[in-house]
């Protein structure tokens, strides 16, 4: 049975670098307008966001767009509304399913390595040599590391949503007989360019806090070896709930009272 002393201690802890990672977004974006920004750095972190997280980004989107074309094409089927099976897997797709599952792929794959590598360099000291150098922490690990995730995240996302869709169409086509030209026009019929947008603007907003996190929960890492394994864990839990939690929000202020995209 968990002792409820340590759990408070815990929580306190959770909560005293959630804070520490808010205020260090906020020392990011003022940063960012007025620092220089490590290229050779910030390419590398590109690298390693993007191209590196491609494959099992595109084979999640991918199966994700079967998966939710075989729940839902029977159903519409059975309606008489098969030729709209399309749009609503693009409306899913786009709106929500795309943009929230690669930051969730980011988020264990990327952010995890944020803070492991960050925080061995703490508990190391190597930070601390930086700091020696005259060399500004956040300016050389953390800033590239954010930018490399706004700018790739959308770009996976976009990305994973072609995939997911090509996966719904060869599940809509081969299984249902939905021909490729109804399952386009549905989607073409459902789809507003605003769908596209909001995507985008979700998968910048979710970049930026798995960057963040990750990297805030490297900073304050601790206890050697075991706090960089803790750390590891704890920054990507705090960054799956972080994206779901903004999510919802996100989704709350982009799409309320604007009606169906079927109409």
């Not at 005293?16 to 990011?28: P, S, T």
């Not at 980004?57 to 098969?82: H, K, P, Y």
């Not at 990305?159 to 090509?166: F, K, N, Q, R, V």
Request: hydrophobic share 50%.
């Amino acid at each position: 049975m968990a002792n409820p002393t340590h759990t408070r201690r815990g929580l306190g802890i959770w909560f005293e670098r959630l804070v520490a990672a808010i205020l260090l977004g906020g020392q990011v974006f003022f940063h960012l307008l007025k620092t220089k920004i490590h290229r050779r750095n910030t390419l590398e972190q590109m690298s390693i966001v993007g191209p590196e997280s491609l494959t099992i980004a595109l084979i999640t989107a991918g199966f994700v767009g079967m998966v939710f074309t075989i729940q839902v094409a029977r159903e519409f089927i059975s309606f008489g509304a098969a030729s709209t099976v399309g749009g609503v897997l693009a409306l899913a797709l786009t709106r929500e399913l795309a943009p929230v599952l690669t930051a969730v792929v980011v988020a264990g794959r990327v952010g995890s390595a944020f803070a492991a590598e960050i925080g061995t360099m703490r508990v190391t000291e190597q930070i601390d040599a930086l700091y020696m150098l005259k060399t500004d922490p956040i300016d050389y690990l953390v800033v590239p590391r954010v930018l490399a995730c706004c700018l790739m995240l959308p770009v996976l996302n976009i990305l994973s949503l072609l995939t997911g869709m090509t996966g719904g169409l060869l599940i809509a086509n081969g299984l249902y007989d939905i021909s490729p030209y109804v399952f386009l026009t549905s989607v073409r019929n459902f789809l507003e360019l605003w769908d596209l947008v909001t995507s985008v603007m979700k998968s910048i907003a979710f970049g930026g806090l798995i960057a963040v996190i990750g990297c805030s929960w490297g900073l304050t890492t601790t206890g050697g070896a075991k706090g960089v394994g803790q750390s590891t864990t704890t920054a990507v839990v705090t960054s799956l709930l972080a994206v779901f939690v903004i999510n919802f929000f996100l989704s709350w202020v982009m799409f309320q009272g604007t009606g169906s995209a079927s109409f």
